[in-house]
């Protein structure tokens, strides 16, 4: 039976979750290869665990799929989920401490919010109501 990862990874508002099986080394994101996915930032955003881990790369398949926020965001979700993935499918120390090394945000979360508006207040967060006094 083949090994199968599934893991998810978070930013902002988007939300990645990562299927890593044995295979030829595909990557796809939303079911577009990832040549086809995104601009070139977000590509390269995407591939650099893949980087890091080159003598796993080709021998995994990867399919992403990720929702919400905006294409920054949502690259660095599947960045996180796609290298959480590698870790959990080595179940070795050596990739996480190579991992943290080049980037703690490849296996940590950022864990920092979209504060809420508060009620029957002005439209932004922590902007106050302006007086006129007339």
């Not at 090994?3 to 939300?15: F, N």
């Not at 577009?32 to 790369?57: C, F, Q, S, V």
């Not at 926020?69 to 120390?93: N, P």
Request: charged share 35%; net charge positive.
């Amino acid at each position: 039976m083949p090994k199968i990862v599934h893991i998810a990874g978070k930013r902002k508002r988007s939300i990645a979750r990562a299927t890593l099986r044995e295979g030829k080394g595909v990557i796809r994101v939303n079911k577009l290869i990832l040549d086809h996915y995104g601009n070139k930032l977000a590509r390269m955003k995407i591939l650099e665990p893949l980087e890091i881990a080159k003598e796993l790369a080709p021998k995994v398949d990867i399919n992403v799929v990720v929702k919400g926020g905006g294409w920054q965001s949502q690259a660095e979700a599947s960045r996180l989920a796609i290298a959480k993935a590698l870790v959990e499918y080595t179940r070795g120390d050596k990739l996480k401490k190579e991992f943290l090394e080049y980037d703690r945000h490849l296996l940590v979360a950022d864990t920092r919010r979209n504060e809420p508006c508060k009620p029957n207040d002005s439209g932004k967060p922590r902007a106050k109501r302006q007086k006129s006094y007339r």
